[in-house]
């Protein structure tokens, strides 16, 4: 590592480095406001710039009357399909849903019965790593962080690949398919190197079975004895389809959208969109969820006690409780105001396994929070904002019932959405035809050069 500190003549020490930026690189936000800049690519009212067109999928939230945005509930749709719709068809059938969402994505349509089949039989024929790939890119070069393992192992699969850099649909749906089906793979590896490396305990590796639904596949490879319910499996599943998706603005899946306008290839595409999920801002919000409510649940001592919950939460937007960022993680959305409806088909579904797992008094809690959270942001902050919980506030909760471990929150969201990824890029590629290249206002401070010894 580079040092810093050393006290030799002409060393620098990184405090000094870090106030000499400051002094030279101050954008105020005034000077945003008057270049009329859409900072994060947000209109004043909070509704994304229009940077594209897509037929994968749509997010509702809100209605626009006379120029003023109106909170509405929120919808969720997959190729102009309802998740509700198929969330309870694939219940009524009372099979996995993956798999199918996965190909709707990518093809635009539902799955025949056949093609339903075949996409099954696709994931599993491609979730072995190549020969030796887990050998030389996991288990010798081992990571504290799950999501660092996943994008360093999707970008190293390119060496792995006959013909990395073939933009065209043919080629892209092999790599799509075999990356779809190869995440879990890389997730469980990642996980159990870890385990070993870190951990100081026993990993374990468990072949695929070819009746294996995704949802099962990942059970499979994460419990010692192999052994879950259809019941769990199932649930899990949904988590799978509730993540699957989510348009084109959420972060990840436009970083996947402007490097693929790039023309550069796959690998380096998912892998920024790894890189990008695994922000606290982004995917990585369930695992902050989690911090949170366990800080909570250790300072409030009657859970039932709504006035004790909401001073805590007060306490926290505050900045004087939990990470003192003044943020109640998984609360608030960017397009969802009245309801996120992931996280209300998730939060219903999960009851039953709550009341078998003893989760209930926990469960009962997070719906504690989720109801006191906008009453205590008004309260401390003044604003009048509409805020619904998002999926991520539930997720972790719902994770945790299943037994699996927080290193594996984010990974998970990860492993479901590389199917909306795959999709946005063969849009893109097929539909795009621009490098996307927004502008940026320079604000130069003119300055003369001058020699080295005048300065």
């Known amino acids: ?115 339903y089949q075949a996409m099954c039989r696709l994931l599993f024929e491609n979730r072995e790593l190549p020969e030796y790939f887990p050998e030389d890119m996991i288990i010798k070069a081992p990571s504290k962080n799950i999501m660092n393992k996943l994008a360093r192992s999707v970008l190293a699969l390119y060496s792995y690949d006959d013909n990395p850099d073939d933009l065209s649909l043919e080629n892209t749906m092999r790599q799509s398919i075999a990356l779809i089906a190869r995440m879990p793979s890389i997730m469980s590896y990642a996980y159990q190197v870890k385990r070993r490396h870190f951990d100081k305990e026993s990993m374990f590796f468990h072949p695929y079975e070819p009746d294996h639904a995704t949802a099962e596949a990942i059970l499979n490879a994460l419990r010692p004895d192999r052994k879950f319910t259809h019941q769990e499996a199932k649930l899990l599943d949904l988590l799978l389809m509730l993540h699957a998706e989510h348009g084109g603005g959420n972060n990840s899946t436009f970083t996947t959208r402007v490097l693929t306008s790039a023309g550069t290839d796959i690998y380096s595409a998912i892998g920024a969109a790894v890189g990008s999920l695994k922000g606290f801002k982004h995917g990585g919000a369930n695992h902050r969820v989690r911090q949170m409510m366990d800080d909570l649940m250790a300072h409030v001592e009657r859970w039932d006690d709504e006035d004790e919950v909401e001073a805590y939460l007060e306490k926290i937007l505050r900045g004087e409780a939990a990470d003192g960022s003044g943020l109640i993680y998984g609360m608030g959305h960017a397009i969802y105001t009245l309801s996120d409806p992931r996280a209300v088909i998730l939060k219903e579904k999960a009851r039953d396994l709550a009341r078998e797992k003893g989760f209930d008094k926990k469960l009962a809690l997070y719906e504690t929070v989720e109801r006191l959270s906008p009453a205590a942001f008004r309260k401390v902050t003044g604003k009048e904002k509409v805020l619904c919980a998002n999926v991520d506030f ?62």
Not at 412 to 432: D, N, Q, Y
Not at 433 to 448: D, E, F, K, M
């Open 394 to 455: 539930y997720s972790g909760l719902v994770y945790e019932m299943l037994g699996i471990p927080e290193d594996l929150f984010t990974p998970l969201f990860a492993v479901s959405r590389i199917a909306g990824w795959c999709a946005h890029r063969i849009e893109e590629l097929t539909t795009g035809g621009r490098i996307i290249r927004p502008a940026y206002r320079a604000l130069p401070v003119n300055q003369h050069y001058v020699p080295l010894d005048q300065r």
């Open 1 to 115: 590592m580079q040092r810093f500190n050393q006290e030799t003549p002409g060393s620098i020490t990184l405090e000094e480095l870090c106030a000499e930026y400051k002094k030279n690189n101050v954008i105020t936000p005034e000077e945003f406001e008057r270049h009329r800049v859409k900072r994060g690519l947000r209109n004043a009212d909070g509704t994304g710039v229009m940077a594209g067109l897509t037929h994968v999928c749509n997010v509702h939230g809100y209605l626009i009357a006379d120029g003023d945005k109106i909170p509405d509930k929120g919808e969720l749709t997959y190729r102009g399909i309802n998740i509700e719709d198929i969330v309870r068809g694939c219940d009524q059938e009372d099979r996995f849903g993956f798999e199918e969402v996965a190909w709707l994505l990518i093809f635009g349509q539902l799955p025949t019965r056949s093609q």
